[in-house]
């Protein structure tokens, strides 16, 4: 019988290798967990890892693919996590079911995060570069002061009722947003949940990346005249990576909100956008696996190393210091590389030959 040699694409097997890493990582840390092996501290992080990881997938979406920066990932994060929130908690009586209540919650927070992203990247179409940075990052700022700080929202037997002044026109007993005070959220978000949601924002970003879409994306990143040329619309696949990004950020949002007991706008500021940007930045721009990496490194790094006290962020800084020369330098890319082909040859002679 003659053998069939199978061709696997180069980004068909990164993306196999990644997906397989993220649960391998699942296994080993649900079995250390289920062990009684994992600290309490770490334990708590292991969603947030996961939401982290996505919101750096996600944001390599405009950073990496599209090459512009975006310093308002935290708004649309906010956006999914705000709307998201205040939908489980209005069908709680209708939907009984908890893990489809907060599915559909994450549908929601997903459309309305696409819905502003669509908005604000119409908008801003034509700046990039600072200008996209800065107008971006006042986007997220005045998300975060209207939803955290000047909107009300209750719900009766009548309907829902709003108010952006005090709340003082609503029953407190009926209150959902309760403006600065935030929403009282129902932990529903799990470290199975997470993965799941990570595999499928990897497969997302990583099949557009490798898509006819995602391959107009990138030339418009390193020609936009050129591109205009030949007739791709830049416009079309700029607002196409900004909605997509956005909206993954607002299911993240979601996940991310049912982790905490009471959901509050302070937790999405200026600094939160800056850490996904970091991360992505540490990771590799373009690189999938570099963020998700990134992500779980500088998750964890600050929590662990919080006992050395004032010496803490001195630490932490040191580090980010030899991650960047480490994901930058030519040797250490040359490195890498050797490492990653070793890797893949080992998946390219397990699936060779197929009698």
């Avoid at 997302?204 to 107009?216: E, Q």
């Avoid at 009471?262 to 696996?289: A, E, Y």
Wanted: hydrophobic share 50%; aromatic share 8%; glycine share 10%.
């Amino acid at each position: 019988m003659k053998s069939k040699k199978i061709n696997i694409k180069k980004s068909t097997l990164t993306t196999l290798i990644t997906i397989a890493g993220i649960i391998v990582a699942y296994i080993i840390m649900n079995t250390l967990s289920n062990g009684g092996f994992l600290s309490y501290k770490m334990q708590g992080l292991l969603v947030p890892i996961c939401a982290y990881a996505i919101l750096a997938v996600s944001l390599n979406l405009v950073v990496g693919l599209l090459g512009e920066l975006s310093l308002g990932h935290a708004g649309f994060l906010y956006v999914g996590a705000y709307t998201g929130a205040i939908f489980t908690n209005i069908t709680a009586d209708m939907i009984s079911n908890d893990l489809v209540r907060f599915i559909l919650g994450m549908v929601v927070g997903g459309v309305f995060a696409a819905i502003f992203g669509l908005i604000i990247g119409s908008a801003v179409l034509k700046l990039q570069g600072d200008y996209l940075a800065i107008v971006t990052l006042a986007f997220g700022e005045i998300i975060r002061s209207v939803l955290g700080n000047v909107l009300y929202i209750s719900k009766d037997s009548s309907g829902l009722h709003f108010d952006v002044n005090d709340g003082s026109t609503l029953n407190p007993q009926d209150m959902i947003a309760k403006g600065a005070q935030g929403i009282t959220v129902q932990r529903l978000s799990t470290f199975l949940i997470g993965i799941i949601l990570l595999i499928l924002t990897v497969l997302i970003v990583m099949n557009l990346s490798d898509s006819r879409a995602g391959r107009a994306i990138k030339a418009v990143r390193d020609n936009k005249i050129a591109t205009e040329a030949v007739g791709i619309s830049v416009s079309k696949y700029r607002l196409m990576a900004f909605t997509i990004s956005a909206a993954l950020a607002g299911v993240a949002g979601v996940y991310y909100a049912h982790n905490f007991a009471t959901l509050t706008g302070t937790k999405f500021d200026f600094n939160f956008s800056i850490n996904i940007l970091v991360m992505v930045v540490l990771g590799g721009m373009g690189n999938i696996p570099g963020s998700i990496i990134a992500a779980i490194i500088l998750t964890i790094l600050p929590e662990e190393i919080r006992f050395l006290g004032n010496y803490r962020m001195v630490i932490y800084a040191v580090v980010l210091i030899v991650m960047m020369i480490f994901s930058w330098n030519p040797k250490c890319i040359e490195f890498r590389k050797v490492v990653s082909a070793k890797i893949k040859s080992v998946f390219k002679k397990k699936n060779k030959e197929v009698q």
